[in-house]
């Protein structure tokens, strides 16, 4: 118990750290978001009144308090752009970016770990050195060209759906699946690469060590200590890795949703910069960085329950 409420107490560290960070950086950069809402055109009253409005005329010690409350509350602000909650602006957004992501993360799963199985049972046949080049082939292909292709070939090509055809989950939500699981899968590509290199390599190291020696010396079959030694060691790193890089398809989600024409947070993202939208902005690198502590802890606790040794 002691364990987890000191991770709990790190991750709540780390988002006040984070959060003061985004908000001061944002706040240092050398832009008026009042300007960028008028225009150059507008009179020095103008754009005063529209600073107070915002709130952007008190000290940056007091916004600051005051954005730290809203988001106890749940409140990220007002859209200067669009003049609304920002978490009315996010919420639907959000719901589609984490879907894509968790589609993305379970491909990874379903694929990766029959696969790196596979290959790291193969690791002696002559195939292993076509399967290790197709997957650094695969692993070294950006998820957004990985998009551009399989929009090319399933979308142009084989017309298995259409681009640019996104459909809401809250109208279809099987349609909505259907359209996201290309994206998602484009996403996932590089991660299925990169655990099948980290199972296979762990697997193998694995199978050199002592332990393993002694579990053939009592008469195991290979099989039985593949499967009931070797991989269930071999795959506390790669649910690690898998943890770790959950923040890292959200980000990745964010990239792919612009190339298949997803309404996430990538396309408000980009127009939230380039308007000088900071408590836009502020939000969706608030939630970033949550995903990413979130996904840590979860990786920690995971990783004591496959190894008690880890409290020590």
Not at 11 to 17: G, M, N, P, S, Y
């Amino acid at each position: 118990m002691k364990y987890v409420l000191k991770k709990i107490g790190t991750l709540i560290l780390t988002l006040l750290a984070v959060s003061a960070l985004v908000f001061f950086a944002f706040s240092l950069i050398p832009s008026n978001p009042a300007i960028a809402r008028l225009g150059t055109e507008a009179t020095p009253e103008k754009i005063a009144k529209l600073m107070h409005d915002m709130g952007l005329d008190r000290p940056v010690l007091e916004r600051f308090g005051s954005w730290i409350l809203g988001i106890l509350h749940g409140d990220f602000g007002t859209s200067y752009s669009y003049n609304q909650p920002v978490t009315t602006l996010l919420s639907e957004k959000i719901g589609v970016t984490l879907l894509m992501s968790v589609m993305a993360i379970l491909i990874t799963c379903l694929l990766s770990f029959p696969l790196g199985i596979y290959v790291a049972r193969k690791s002696d046949s002559k195939l292993d050195v076509l399967f290790t080049t197709i997957n650094q082939i695969v692993m070294s292909i950006p998820s957004f060209f990985s998009g551009i292709l399989i929009t090319l070939l399933f979308g142009l090509i084989l017309k298995v759906f259409t681009p640019g055809g996104y459909v809401s989950y809250k109208k279809d939500f099987l349609g909505c699946i259907g359209y996201l699981i290309f994206p998602a899968f484009a996403i996932a590509l590089p991660k299925i690469s990169m655990v099948v290199k980290l199972l296979r390599d762990t697997a193998l190291k694995e199978a050199d060590k002592d332990y393993v020696r002694t579990a053939y010396s009592r008469g195991n079959r290979t099989k039985a200590v593949f499967y009931k030694h070797v991989l269930k060691n071999a795959i506390i790193p790669v649910i690690t890795f898998l943890g770790m890089t959950f923040a890292d398809i959200i980000a990745g989600s964010i990239i792919v949703e612009q190339v298949f024409r997803v309404p996430g947070l990538g396309r408000i993202l980009l127009t939230s910069i380039s308007g000088r939208d900071y408590p836009v902005v502020e939000a969706i690198i608030l939630l970033l960085a949550t995903a990413v502590v979130v996904s840590n802890l979860v990786v920690d606790l995971l990783y004591k329950k496959f190894d008690p040794r880890i409290h020590v």
